[in-house]
């Protein structure tokens, strides 16, 4: 049990210098719930507002804002930030692992795989590596909501509205990007052959990969891709899902979002003949490259590569997967491009590659 306290005289705004918080770890006895000190982690918290642990225990978020101080006046909040613990299952144990400039409440889905953090701006949505540990900021939404509950899934938010007078239950929803099945409405390729799709699944997940081609297209207009330029939440964002079986149950949803900067310059270029995506630093989900190429019947064209431990590959491993494979490639603005592989050429605990 992980417990944050504060001062009472910070509840002013102002901290004296010998008020900073702390994070206490405490053991509880099972059948009578009763408490046993362990350790404090230090004395450096100004505010400790909220505690996070993951579902699998292995991480501890701590939401606290940082200090200002000065001879004579003692200390103000500076800002806010989210520090990552990695957390030892025996003991409890926590060892810093990283800070994020979150500015205020966070909240994590009961899968674990979404951060959801008030902004500023509005509601700043998170994808969490399961693995590290690590958040990457996925998009923003311009609602001013303190949130206080996920849904399992983060499907929905449920939190106090500021805009109302009157305390008000909110309820937002995620952006929701791949479908919980495949869409209809897909354009498919008219000839074959007409691409392929490679997934790579090692015992090292840096590793794995993914790459899917989709060719020789319906015809296509530019202003169909829509403006994955434009910040994160506004612009198009798109993501690569995957299907697995006659149940076309929903196995991969590998987000490239729009917006973002990747380096020194923006992830998503205009072409002439549409959009190219890089990122070399393969986040928040795996995928290091798009190219979207608007053209006349049997011209247009799809590509969508990744590869690393972000791609995050469901456990049990991915492969073999279960035929047939549906993939589609969805935009927030309703388009979607996809493809359906039924015979594999190979399907093995390592490797899937097929073509249509």
């Known amino acids: 049990m992980y417990v944050g306290n504060e001062c009472l005289e910070a509840l002013s705004g102002v901290i004296p210098n010998d008020c900073p918080g702390a994070l206490a770890t405490f053991a509880r006895d099972a059948d009578t719930g009763q408490l046993r000190f362990i350790e404090k982690y230090a004395d450096e918290f100004a505010l400790p507002s909220r505690i996070v642990v993951s579902g699998d225990g292995a991480y501890v978020y701590l939401n606290h804002a940082t200090l200002e101080?000065?001879?004579?006046?003692?200390?103000?909040?500076?800002?806010?930030?989210?520090?990552?613990?990695?957390?030892?299952?025996?003991?409890?144990?926590?060892?810093?692992?990283?800070?994020f400039p979150i500015a205020d409440l966070i909240v994590m889905s009961g899968d674990g795989r979404y951060v959801f953090a008030q902004d500023p701006d509005g509601l700043q949505v998170f994808r969490r590596n399961a693995l590290s540990g690590r958040l990457v900021a996925a998009y923003l939404r311009g609602i001013s909501?303190?949130?206080d509950a996920s849904s399992f899934d983060g499907s929905n938010l449920y939190g106090a509205a500021r805009f109302s007078q009157v305390p008000t239950l909110h309820v937002s929803g995620r952006l929701a990007i791949c479908s919980?099945?495949?869409?209809?409405?897909?354009?498919?390729?008219?000839?074959?052959?007409?691409?392929?799709?490679?997934?790579?699944?090692?015992?090292?997940?840096?590793?794995?990969?993914?790459?899917?081609?989709?060719?020789?297209?319906?015809?296509?207009?530019?202003q169909a891709f829509g403006d994955p330029y434009s910040g994160y939440g506004f612009g198009t964002t798109y993501a690569l899902c995957l299907y697995m079986g006659k149940a076309h149950r929903l196995t991969l949803s590998l987000m490239a979002p729009s917006g973002r900067f990747c380096g020194t310059g923006t992830c998503?270029?205009?072409?002439?003949?549409?959009?190219?995506?890089?990122?070399?630093?393969?986040?928040?989900?795996?995928?290091?490259?798009?190219?979207?190429?608007?053209?006349?019947?049997?011209?247009?064209?799809?590509?969508?590569?990744?590869?690393?431990?972000?791609?995050?590959?469901?456990?049990?491993?991915?492969?073999?997967?279960?035929?047939?494979?549906?993939?589609?490639?969805?935009?927030?603005?309703?388009?979607?491009?996809?493809?359906?592989?039924?015979?594999?050429?190979?399907?093995?605990?390592?490797?899937?590659?097929?073509?249509?």
């Open 180 to 222: 919980p099945t495949p869409k209809r409405t897909c354009q498919a390729p008219r000839v074959r052959p007409s691409g392929f799709l490679k997934l790579v699944d090692q015992p090292d997940d840096a590793q794995d990969e993914i790459t899917w081609v989709w060719r020789k297209g319906v015809r296509t207009a530019v």
């Open 69 to 99: 101080c000065s001879a004579g006046h003692g200390c103000a909040v500076a800002s806010s930030e989210v520090r990552l613990f990695e957390r030892e299952s025996r003991s409890g144990h926590l060892q810093a692992a990283g800070d």
């Open 268 to 356: 998503w270029n205009e072409t002439r003949r549409g959009w190219e995506y890089a990122d070399p630093s393969y986040t928040p989900d795996g995928i290091g490259r798009v190219s979207l190429k608007a053209g006349g019947a049997g011209r247009a064209s799809v590509l969508v590569s990744g590869q690393g431990e972000a791609l995050a590959f469901p456990t049990p491993p991915l492969l073999p997967l279960r035929t047939p494979v549906t993939v589609q490639l969805q935009a927030t603005n309703g388009q979607c491009w996809g493809a359906v592989y039924k015979r594999p050429l190979k399907n093995g605990t390592r490797g899937f590659l097929a073509r249509r």
């Open 145 to 147: 909501v303190d949130v």
